[in-house]
C-alpha cells in the first residue's frame, strides 16, 4: 500500500514536471516571437531616423535656404549696402 502511494506521488510529479516544460517552452517561444517583432520594429524606426537625419541635413543647406527663400517668400538681396563704422 505504501509503494502505491509513493508510486502515485512519483508519477503525479513527473507529469507535473512534463506539463511545466511544455509551457515553459511554449512561454520561451511566445516570448521570443514579441522579441523579434519589437526588434523589427526598432530597426525600421532606426532606418527612419537615418532617413529624417539626411532630409535634415539636405534642407539645412545654404543653397537649399537661399533657393527656397527666393522662390517661396520672393526675398531678394538689397541693391545698395551702405556700411556705416561707429567709433
Known sequence: MK??????LL??????SALT???????SRVLFAELRAVQK???LQVI???????????LATHSNVESRARKDLKM???EDVELVRLQ
Open 3 to 8: 509503494i502505491r502511494v509513493w508510486f502515485s
Open 11 to 16: 508519477v503525479i510529479l513527473v507529469v507535473g
Open 21 to 27: 516544460v511544455v509551457y515553459v517552452k511554449h512561454e
Open 41 to 43: 520594429a526598432q530597426d
Open 48 to 58: 527612419q531616423w537615418g532617413r529624417l537625419q539626411l532630409q535634415n541635413s539636405t
Open 76 to 78: 531678394r538681396l538689397p
